[in-house]
């Protein structure tokens, strides 16, 4: 059967989640193993090329992955017809500019979030994207975590009954970059340079609400800069100026509360970096990235509050593991054979820059709240 060739405009591969997620265990997977087979037997093959600021480093990168192509020149790859689809991986400050060459372009866009620093130019892009009939993609991959694909088959299948609540807790503790180096860069905690936790998480927790449980219709949140003094990586002493944990509280369509907690000041004492609880009047289940464990009402022990005895129930115990049932590949790659696949056969895709505008207000909605000291209500975003 017959092979086509994509060629993607990867933008931003020096970074970490754009080299090791997007470069090497997304694309160059693909690659290495063929390409991706469609229904009709026929493949869909990759070929990227590399673009950044530093020559050096791409060659470098080039030369380690077997890439034959690589560039400087970001305007004369859009110009090239050879590359089909631009995919951004920038900081979010340069992303804007960036999908909006691509929109001109005419090249198909998949790209990292938040699409932008506001709602309204997050908005734009979708429009002119729209008008210039561009199919989008943006990265939802939280939803493809193997633990969030057990839940939602758990969802799907009644288990839950109506589902009542969602708590989520998310983080670590981050080094201040003193005595030992941080392990996220120094931007993240310069509101000036486009960081803050609140921007970086809430786009994710708008998508994971609105997919599995409900359109984010209200958010309360509490911001704080817990950690002020920081070092960057030449060692030299900077303020954080943007937040490093939230605490959000969530009203959905159809009533379901959620609760997450993100933070970068927090030291773990649970099984993964990051775990859901959703409770329902049927059953309860608690998820990380991998894992998955459930409670159903009929295995739900009668707890009795008595503070002045010391309860030896075991209530983990209760709890059953979830069967992992499946085969689940990097979320990263998943997404992108989606993207690429919907791309070849022309079919809708529903993870657009559409979806990343919402992502931003929400986040945009966070910041607000925090600084107004209320909640903020989430009106829909369309495109006319």
Known sequence: MSAREIGIIMNGVSGRMGYRQHLVRSILAIRDEGGIELGDGSRV????????????????????????DFTTDLDAAL??????????FLVTKARASALRKAIAAAKTIYTEKPTAESVEEALELARLA?????????VHDKLYLPGLQK??????????????????????????????????????????DGGGIIVDMFPHWNYVLEN???????????????????????????TATAEDAAYGVFELEGGVVAQINSSWTVRVDRDEL???????????????????????????????????????????ADWAGVPTNDV??????????????????????????????????LAEAGLRSSREGRKIALDPLALD
């Open 45 to 68: 093959t990759v070929r990227p090329l590399l673009v950044g600021r530093s020559e050096a480093k791409l060659a470098e990168l080039a030369e380690r992955h077997g890439i034959e």
């Open 151 to 192: 839940l939602k088959r758990l969802i799907d299948s009644g288990f839950f009954g109506r589902i009542l609540s969602v708590r989520g807790e998310f983080g670590y503790w981050v080094f201040e970059g003193d005595w030992q180096p941080a392990q996220r860069p120094s931007w993240n905690y310069r509101a000036e």
């Open 79 to 88: 110009a090239d017809p050879r590359w089909e689809i631009y995919a951004d």
């Open 130 to 138: 729209a008008a210039a009939r561009v199919k989008t993609g943006v």
């Open 212 to 238: 599995l449980f409900g359109a984010v219709r209200t958010v309360y949140a509490q911001a704080a800069v817990h950690i002020q003094d920081r070092w960057d990586e030449r060692g030299e002493h900077y």
């Open 274 to 316: 990051v775990e859901f609880q959703v409770d329902g009047t049927h059953g309860s289940a608690v998820v990380g990235l991998f894992g998955a464990k459930i409670q159903h009402r009929n295995a739900t022990p009668k707890p009795v509050w008595n503070p002045d005895l010391e309860d030896a129930h075991d209530y983990d």
């Open 328 to 361: 689940f590949v990097n979320g990263f790659r998943q997404q992108w054979e989606e993207f690429l696949t919907s791309y070849v056969l022309g079919t809708p895709y529903e993870f657009d820059l559409l979806a990343g505008a919402r992502g931003v207000l």
